[in-house]
């Protein structure tokens, strides 16, 4: 069975939803916090870095148009295609955001309405990379309504979870005082538990190709990625370890605390990049009835 796409693809996919994710987070911490500068900035600065890095591992997957340089510019001239739309959507997104990083890095404020129309497109770029696979209409488990809301909740999550970082070790204090952080991760666990579920039980009822691609996932070839990679350590371990944290107001002020904080982010990470790796991987083409 020929691959449509591979790793790379998975890897762009977490890339730029985390992007994204993290450009949203910095948009909340602005509200929450506007004294949280490094938190902020790294939001912003991991939205063109993450994304810069993916779009060269695109780059990388599509040979850069060497063989052939028209398929570039029919991907940006071709405005009915998911690719192109998402084309035009990290356009305007990084250079919204560079333009933010430019003012932050200046000390100057960012006027509302670039921020309002960063998180707009921010927010299209996360759905997109939930859309683009489902535009290969063979394969069941990209070509259905429920992947581009996990995928959602995926970024988000993957985006909370690197400013987190940002915050635990740079910005401490003021990292602690964001109780709604910790309350939207463990919303957005919930979510794509449900989605995640929801997912596995309409491809597998749908086709049997649907089946075979989700078996591979639950008891198959790909069950140790989805169990542990997905499961564990992305959404159950990161989940129990922020619903610990909330509980315990001084959970974080040890050591202890901090590194079991950090290994939950880090944690919820892997898991949004084994997600879109099992997904890409584990698809089966209908070609096979």
């Not at 790379?8 to 506007?34: H, K, N, Q, S």
């Not at 356009?91 to 509302?112: H, I, R, S, Y």
């Not at 107001?249 to 949004?272: H, I, K, P, T």
Request: proline share 3%; with cysteine; aromatic share 10%.
């Amino acid at each position: 069975m020929t691959m449509v796409w591979g790793p790379l693809i998975a890897g762009y996919l977490f890339l730029a939803g985390a992007a994204a994710g993290a450009y949203l987070t910095a948009v909340l911490v602005e509200r929450l916090d506007p004294e949280a500068r490094a938190m902020r900035f790294a939001g912003r600065i991991l939205g063109l870095v993450l994304l810069g890095i993916g779009l060269v591992m695109l780059m990388i997957d599509a040979e850069a148009g060497l063989k052939n340089p028209l398929r570039f510019i029919y991907l940006v001239m071709n405005p009915e295609s998911v690719m192109t739309l998402g084309v035009y959507f990290i356009c305007v997104f990084m250079a919204v955001d560079f333009a933010t990083c430019v003012l932050e890095f200046l000390k100057k404020p960012v006027p509302g309405a670039l921020t309002i129309v960063g998180s707009v497109f921010a927010f299209a770029v996360a759905a997109y990379t939930g859309f683009l696979l489902g535009v290969v209409n063979d394969y069941p488990l990209w070509n259905n309504s429920v992947l581009p809301i996990l995928f959602v909740a995926s970024a988000l999550t993957a985006g909370l979870a690197a400013v987190s970082l940002v915050g635990m070790f740079a910005e401490r204090a003021a990292f602690e005082k964001m109780a709604l952080l910790k309350q939207i991760h463990i919303g957005l666990a919930v979510l794509e538990g449900v989605a995640l579920f929801a997912l596995c039980a309409i491809v597998y009822s749908n086709s049997v190709e649907g089946a075979m691609a989700v078996s591979s996932m639950l008891t198959g070839s790909y069950a140790g990625l989805f169990w542990v990679g997905i499961v564990a350590v992305g959404l159950v371990a990161p989940l129990a370890i922020a619903v610990a944290e909330l509980k315990s107001e001084n959970a974080s002020e040890s050591g202890f605390g901090l590194a079991l904080g950090a290994a939950g982010e880090v944690g919820a990470l892997a898991g949004s990049f084994c997600l879109r790796l099992i997904v890409v991987l584990a698809a089966v083409p209908l070609i096979l009835v």
